[in-house]
T-cell receptor, first 114, second 113 residues
Framework: DAGVIQSPRHEVTEMGQEVTLRCKPISGHNSLFWYRQTMMRGLELLIYFNNNVPIDDSGMPEDRFSAKMPNASFSTLKIQPSEPRDSAVYFC????????????FGSGTQLSVL | GDSVTQMEGPVTLSEEAFLTINCTYTATGYPSLFWYVQYPGEGLQLLLKATKADDKGSNKGFEATYRKETTSFHLEKGSVQVSDSAVYFCALLAGGGADGLTFGKGTHLIIQP
């Protein structure tokens, strides 16, 4: 298995633009998590899905952020409009939903909003 | 709510030194505890875990013991190598795991030759 695949690896955009981050979880995993990593706040859970259904989005910073999981093999995190304070590394992780003990992380998307 | 507190970094050591990274937690019930490691430019990966009190997790020379009385899960290694330079995250899983892992802020470890 190729592991959790995220794209793009790097994204540089201007304030006000729409940004879409993509994630392909490991086949057979039914939990998917989106995290944001910054120096100030560390690793923050934004939202997670179980069997494609959003379970908890309380970590999503504001209405500018939205996430979808249309099927078991694909998820997106969208920021519209983007702001400089959204600059961070965004990680997607998938896990066996029965325990979620071991999460498998993608390599992340480094987002820079100018 | 559940939370994890770990020592601030960066921690800088010389090769072959002894390593301790402190981690304490707050949780209802009896969580499982984990250490994840993030190498430069990569995502996090599981290093070791312990699922009940007094359990010791170990991997790649690293160890951590689940101490319920002090709510701690300190990471130790007897002799660090340059290749151990990374960011280390302590984490807990509570409530049956349905809500996923709660991570600490991470500790950046730098090993100098």
């Amino acid at each position: 298995d190729a592991g959790v695949i995220q794209s793009p690896r790097h994204e540089v955009t201007e304030m006000g633009q729409e940004v879409t981050l993509r994630c392909k979880p490991i086949s057979g995993h039914n939990s998917l998590f989106w995290y944001r990593q910054t120096m100030m706040r560390g690793l923050e859970l934004l939202i997670y899905f179980n069997n494609n259904v959003p379970i908890d989005d309380s970590g999503m910073p504001e209405d500018r952020f939205s996430a979808k999981m249309p099927n078991a093999s694909f998820s997106t995190l969208k920021i519209q409009p983007s702001e400089p304070r959204d600059s961070a590394v965004y990680f997607c992780a998938s896990g066996d939903g029965s325990t979620n003990e071991k999460l498998f992380f993608g390599s992340g998307t480094q987002l820079s909003v100018l | 709510g559940d939370s994890v507190t770990q020592m601030e970094g960066p921690v800088t050591l010389s090769e072959e030194a002894f390593l301790t990274i402190n981690c304490t937690y707050t949780a209802t019930g009896y969580p499982s505890l984990f250490w994840y490691v993030q190498y430069p430019g990569e995502g996090l990966q599981l290093l070791l875990k312990a699922t009940k009190a007094d359990d010791k997790g170990s991997n790649k020379g690293f160890e951590a013991t689940y101490r319920k009385e002090t709510t701690s899960f300190h990471l130790e290694k007897g002799s660090v190598q340059v290749s151990d330079s990374a960011v280390y995250f302590c984490a807990l899983l509570a409530g049956g795991g349905a809500d996923g892992l709660t991570f600490g802020k991470g500790t950046h470890l730098i090993i100098q030759p």
